[in-house]
């Protein structure tokens, strides 16, 4: 009633009038607030935006499609770096594994031929091993994928030799029957522990303990059958494990072709006590070999020993990378969207002339009008943030079963994703927002 | 009383390259509050320029127009909006309406600049369509109306903010001649019951059934003149 009460002192009656008849007295009003309901602008920006619904969704398809990228890269290498690391921790945290150096050529990654790391070199950190209480156990282990044949069936399995050592080590114990012992390594006996998945593959409905395979024109007798561990890399439900000296004397390919390398091996496992001592036994290990190999640089060794914190460390480092570059991209498709949310938002401006200039006319302030623009930015980039989320995420779960990894859908990176979209809708909504904003009302009023 | 409007000597000078141009050389005058004004000339005789400066959507090269006592040409654009807001209602000849705002939303647009609260601006925009006559017809587009109910949708606009000024720039240009009188009949009413109305017309009809008419010349304001519906006969 106040701005009746200020309307009626001015608005008076000089024409002779009623006064009660009065437009003041009429049309009473209460004391408006002064400032824009900004819900009401909002409001408008919001049916802008519903009333262009195509023209909307494609303007804002550049950043759900960086928003959807960022989130669904992220997912699916956050998948394979949770895989990896998973099969990497399996394989035992206080291990170390010696074996030839690996160097890279032209022609990709080379493992040096003459390492030679051999059952000597194994023999060697045995003898450590008595002296040394920081050792739990000392295993060489060579590998080959061969044909397996039991009764009628066969199948390939991976043929791996070693010590008894091998099962505390890789933390193998049977789940029905034996390990075979030092014994059996002594005696080349033809012994073999199996792994899940060829148990059941070989000896469908029957009692795997006692029966025998064949691998090339050996036969072996199954003394234990190892549970399943999950499939994956580094499992070892597809092998089976025969004492080191039976596997080089019949199995191994370099027999065939003779020479000293008889006595080769892939790999040299060393498995600390604690996690504690495995940096100082790294470099005692190194510098054992090194000594018995008669190599004095350590820059340039034939062999190297590594740790599974230093294998763990450098994955990380590789997804970190990995990462950064994925946002790179990610960043710059976000702003080739905010790019495009500008470009329509000016074609917005300019069409929209007329009514910027109506809304001017019946008291819109400059700020009304911007806020308004930038609105419709922001909550195009917003909405394009929110569906950018949701394609990315089903992208990820759709796209990680074919590479066979689990998505893991991060809060980093979808808040990131989201964040820059937010950011990009506001620097590329104000220059078009303030160019509405400054339009001159008559010249808008005469535009078509 | 203050006068609604009161123009002191305002000039509107457009440089241009040789010498500069005088759209409005020294025009004053005043408007007491519930008069009803024609504003007359041939075009290019200034009329526009002087609409647009009274509605405070230009400024003044020269000289001072005050609205409702107060001075706008010191204001900046924020607070010129405002008070254009409050003061000023305008009713255009070709309506002017928003086409995707229903009937009822047009006529909230000044309240919403306002800062009125949704359940104010919408009982206000009711209570001054039905005013015009248009109290059926609140939902509908623009689209769906005639340009007389058009025009109505407009009017209401006008009055929403229960402006110190309504006006108005050849409101019945873009109508039938029936139409037309119905909306001249429309500020008669409104004129009668206290509204300050200026109407620019080039009709010496419309501007016959105001109490008083300005023409505009080169600029320069050539007559002022008792009308037809002066005071005397009101």
């Known amino acids: ?448 | 009383m203050t006068p609604a409007l009161e123009l002191d000597a305002i000039s509107k000078v457009y440089p241009l390259a040789d010498e500069d141009f005088y759209a409005l050389r020294e025009v004053s005058f005043d408007v007491p509050v519930g008069e009803y004004v024609a504003l007359m000339g041939p075009s290019g005789s200034g009329k526009s320029t002087l609409m647009n400066l009274i509605g405070l959507l230009d400024t003044p090269t020269e000289g001072r127009a005050l609205l409702a006592g107060q001075d706008a040409g010191d204001l900046d654009p924020e607070e010129q909006a405002a008070m254009r807001n409050r003061h000023v209602g305008f009713v255009f000849q070709s309506f002017h309406l928003l086409p995707r705002l229903s009937v009822r939303e047009n006529v909230e647009v000044p309240l919403t600049y306002a800062g009125y609260r949704p359940s104010v601006r919408r009982r206000r925009a009711l209570e001054v369509l039905d005013r015009v006559g248009l109290g059926d017809r609140v939902d509908h587009r623009p689209s769906q109306l005639s340009g007389g109910q058009r025009q109505r949708v407009a009017i209401a606009r006008a009055l929403a903010m229960n402006p110190s000024l309504l006006l108005a720039d050849e409101p019945t240009g873009n109508l039938d001649s029936e139409t037309g009188l119905e909306i001249l009949t429309l500020f008669d009413e409104l004129h009668a019951q206290g509204a300050t109305i200026v109407m620019v017309t080039h009709e010496p009809d419309v501007a016959e059934r105001c109490e008083r008419v300005l023409r505009l010349r080169d600029g320069r304001l050539e007559s002022d003149s008792q009308g037809r519906a002066a005071p005397a006969a009101a």
């Open chain 1, 1 to 448: 009633m106040n701005r009746a009460a200020t309307l009626d002192a001015t608005a008076g009656d000089p024409a002779g009038a009623d006064p009660a008849a009065s437009v003041a007295d009429w049309f009473a009003l209460e004391e408006p607030s002064g400032t824009t309901d900004t819900r009401a602008i909002v409001g408008i920006a919001w049916r802008s935006i519903r009333g262009n619904a195509s023209r909307s969704l494609l303007t804002a398809l550049g950043v759900i499609i960086g928003v959807a990228a960022v989130v669904a890269l992220t997912a699916v290498g956050a998948g394979v770096t949770q895989n990896v690391t998973a099969n990497l921790e399996r394989l035992g945290t206080n291990l170390l594994t010696i074996g030839a150096t690996v160097t890279r050529s032209s022609s990709g990654i080379v493992r040096s031929e003459s390492s030679g790391i051999t059952v000597g070199d194994a023999e060697l950190l045995r003898s450590l091993q008595g002296l040394d209480g920081r050792i739990l156990g000392v295993a060489p282990s060579v590998t080959s994928n061969l044909q397996v044949r039991a009764g009628g069936l066969n199948t390939t399995a991976q043929v791996l030799g070693t010590w008894p050592d091998y099962a505390p080590i890789r933390d193998l114990e049977v789940g029905a029957g034996t390990w075979w012992t030092d014994v059996d390594v002594e005696s080349r006996a033809r012994v073999a522990v199996v792994g899940h998945e060829i148990a059941l593959e070989l000896f469908p409905g029957l009692e795997p303990l006692g029966q025998s395979l064949t691998v090339g024109s050996h036969s072996f007798t199954v003394v234990g059958v190892l549970p399943d561990k999950g499939a994956g890399f580094g499992s070892p439900n597809r092998q089976i494990i025969v004492p080191l000296s039976t596997y080089l004397q019949r199995l191994a390919r370099s027999q065939v072709a003779g020479g000293t390398s008889a006595q080769s091996v892939n790999q040299i496992f060393v498995r600390a006590t604690e996690p504690d001592h495995l940096s100082a036994l790294q470099s005692e290990v190194t510098r054992l070999l090194a000594d018995d190999r008669g190599e004095f640089d350590l820059e340039a060794l034939s062999f190297q020993v590594q740790n599974q914190a230093d294998t763990l460390a450098s994955l990380t480092a590789v997804s970190r990378t990995l990462t950064l570059f994925l946002g790179a991209i990610a960043g710059i498709s976000l702003l080739v969207g905010g790019i495009g949310i500008m470009n329509i938002m000016l074609v917005s401006v300019t069409e929209r002339t007329r009514e910027i200039g109506i809304r001017k006319a019946l008291g819109a302030r400059p700020a009304d009008i911007r806020l308004q623009f930038l609105v419709e930015a922001v909550v195009l980039a917003a909405g394009g943030g929110l569906l950018g989320l949701v394609v990315g995420a089903a992208g990820a779960h759709f796209v990680s079963p074919m590479l066979g990894v689990t998505s893991a859908l991060t809060v980093a990176p979808m808040t990131v994703a989201f964040g820059v979209a937010l950011f990009v809708g506001v620097v590329f909504g104000l220059y078009p927002a303030q160019r509405a904003a400054r339009l001159d009302p008559v010249a808008s009023l005469r535009h078509e």
